[in-house]
């Protein structure tokens, strides 16, 4: 389908990712976005735009591992994991609607969206569906939502800022020690991050011991942090703050491969805002860089992330 960059007026935009709605608003364009999805908290200014989506399972106040039971629960009756509001979405008139297909646990999927248009005889709305693994996918996504929104000039110019900021990181670390950081992606069971998370980990000059770069992020077990015993271990878990992460770190103090660890006796474990980055594959992936250069190499690279984005956590 071609780009709307010829049409008199804006595109109205709906964006069911939080990670686009991010692209959208850092090309400039964050005025065309008329809805979002549940996930969708930055800018905080979206906050104001109308809602069009809700998880079919608990959330706020669930563990971990209810969180896991019950996603599994409705994958396994063959379920949708989320629920898209497809009529006031169709009295939105949207131009363009943004989701992905990457991960139907993640987000709204590409099948949830075309199942919520299959009534949608009138509709013109061209679907841009991410499915990044890499950051060379985030980096075409980025200008896919650009091209489609017309902006493709806005689009080469951020992932070129975001090329340029991320080889600065790395050449500032190049030639030092490369210590192990095991990345926590989610909490019980535990998981580890995949996709591009080795690549931000290489360069922010660490190593990654258990995820494959374009690869899904891999369930670990106890045994492999044990065989991996890294250095550094960051907990970053998709979709929760540093508030909702803390409580649930407590249940790891008493387990002995836990307390074993060179990473928790070196006092080296970290907490981050798993929502707002990392796991987010957006602009913003930059300042996860920022964040991994920081435990790496605290002594080359300091970016003040330190207290907000990230917190030590007291083993």
Not at 163 to 178: D, K, N, P, W
Not at 282 to 291: D, Y
Request: charged share 20%.
């Amino acid at each position: 389908m071609s780009s709307i960059a010829h049409t008199s007026s804006p595109p109205r935009v709906i964006s069911l990712i939080a990670s686009a709605t991010e692209i959208l608003h850092a090309l400039g364009a964050g005025g065309t976005q008329v809805a979002r999805s549940h996930e969708c908290d930055y800018p905080p200014g979206v906050l104001g735009l109308p809602q069009l989506t809700r998880a079919k399972f608990k959330v706020h106040g669930a563990t971990s591992v209810e969180i896991d039971r019950s996603v599994k629960g409705l994958l396994e009756q063959g379920l949708a994991v989320y629920e898209v509001d497809a009529d006031r979405m169709r009295a939105l008139a949207p131009d363009v609607i943004l989701t992905q297909d990457q991960c139907e646990v993640c987000a709204v999927s590409l099948a949830d969206v075309r199942a919520a248009l299959c009534t949608w005889t009138d509709s013109s709305a061209r679907i841009v569906s991410l499915r990044p693994h890499t950051l060379s996918d985030v980096y075409a996504d980025i200008l896919s939502v650009a091209e489609a929104i017309g902006r493709p000039a806005a689009g080469a110019e951020l992932v070129a800022s975001m090329q340029s900021r991320i080889a600065e990181i790395a050449a500032s670390v190049e030639g030092r020690s490369r210590p192990k950081l095991g990345f926590v992606e989610w909490i019980e069971p535990p998981m580890s991050g995949g996709h591009w998370m080795p690549e931000l980990i290489t360069a922010a000059g660490g190593i990654s011991p258990f995820g494959v770069s374009g690869e899904n992020s891999p369930w670990v077990s106890w045994e492999d942090f044990a065989a991996a015993d890294p250095d550094i271990l960051l907990v970053g878990p998709c979709g929760y703050d540093i508030a909702t992460s803390l409580p649930e770190l407590e249940a790891m103090r008493g387990h002995p491969v836990f307390k074993s660890l060179r990473a928790v006796r070196e006092g080296r474990v970290f907490v981050a805002d798993g929502n707002a980055f990392f796991n987010r594959p957006g602009p913003r992936l930059v300042e996860s860089a920022e964040i991994l250069a920081e435990i790496l190499h605290p002594d080359v690279r300091t970016y003040g992330h330190l207290g907000e984005a990230y917190v030590v956590w007291p083993t």
